[in-house]
């Protein structure tokens, strides 16, 4: 039943607010919660005008970077909260059970306001006897959001691993056309590690440059790669996750984890690339591809050239890079988020100043990142 896409306008809901479950715990035991009932609260903002507020929860993992169905059954229930509080309801029901692998959509949340409009979810989530529950990304205490353990408890504001909806739609009737809906494939990087939002972690390039403008489903997994992006449960994943909204652009951020120590050769590289892309475009998508970004090792913290040395996928990754610089078929367009973030003179390595790991971007790296987006290309 929760898996599902019922009746609800599809083509008029939207994504239409801010931060949403995002899978970035990548290990387990930290990927998921024993810990029995959780209570997250998480603080919204509204992008754009829009009516009949609806919430979308799904029971997925990360596991070692590979989309898996979670690991047990689970219960939501969840609570809108603006000046008054507003129950959510999944079918007329103030419960939604899904199994693993599931996904659900709520009734219209009785709400509408226009861009800038902020609100709170409050969203209870508990598993079977025994049971745990999916994580997602971090709470941000200056924000008043936080996790709680217990059907019952009172959230405090804290940072901490929670679970909450995974994407926040809204009927945004004629407005649609005004901005396409932006679907994004990717990885850590695509899910903002590195960067930060007030006390907690995953804000990053791709809410940078696409929100408020462009309505986003960000369905990167940390430790993605373009591999994994082509079995079963990856692609099964993306059809539960898009049966109510649809993209009309798609952007593919994926590559770094298949080359981080050595990896695949050019020709395999490719092959499995373009096979995503098709994935993409078969949804109806223009499909946009990024340049994947160097990983380096550093003797001094990457605060010179001179200190960093290059992983074992260096090689490959310039080659791919070129040619994905070429706009191989099926792709529309290019984002160099690779010249944004490398040394011009050692695409290599990374310019000083733009990363604490060698993997990820920080702060400084990601919004640089964010500004190679051409908003234009994605309307075109």
Sequence with gaps: MASRAEAVGVGRLAPVATNVHLPVRVSPPDNVSDAGSLITRMRHVLQRGASGIRL???????????????????????????DA?????FSGSRHLRLEPGEAGISDPVDISGRAGLAFLTDTTVEPDPGGTVPLGSQTNADDGEGV????????????????????VLGDI???????????????SNAVGFGDVRGSAY?????QRA??????????????????????GPSRRRRRVLLQWARPRV?????????????????????????EHWRDLAALGSRVLACTIPPVTTSGDGWRTLAGQTPTAGARVRAQVNDWLRSVPSPLAGVIDVAAALGAPASPSLWRPGFTRDGLHPNQTGHRVAAERVDPALLRA
């Design 173 to 187: 009737g004629s407005a649609a056309g005004t901005a396409p809906t932006v679907l994004v494939t990717g990885d």
């Design 85 to 89: 509080e507003h129950d959510v309801v």
């Design 56 to 82: 979308v929860y799904a029971n997925w993992s990360n596991v070692d970077g590979r989309d898996v169905p979670g690991p047990d059954p689970i219960t939501v229930s969840a609570k809108v909260v603006t």
């Design 148 to 167: 709680a353990p217990g059907a019952s408890a009172v959230v405090r504001p804290g940072t901490a691993h929670g679970y909450g909806p995974w994407q």
């Design 210 to 231: 696409l929100q408020p403008e462009f309505p986003t489903l960000n369905l990167a997994v940390s430790g993605a790669t373009a591999r994994g992006a082509l079995s």
């Design 202 to 206: 995953h804000l990053g390039w791709v």
């Design 250 to 274: 798609a952007i593919a951020a994926l590559g770094t984890n298949d080359l981080q120590q050595g990896g695949p050769g050019l020709v395999e590289m490719q092959d499995l690339l373009i």
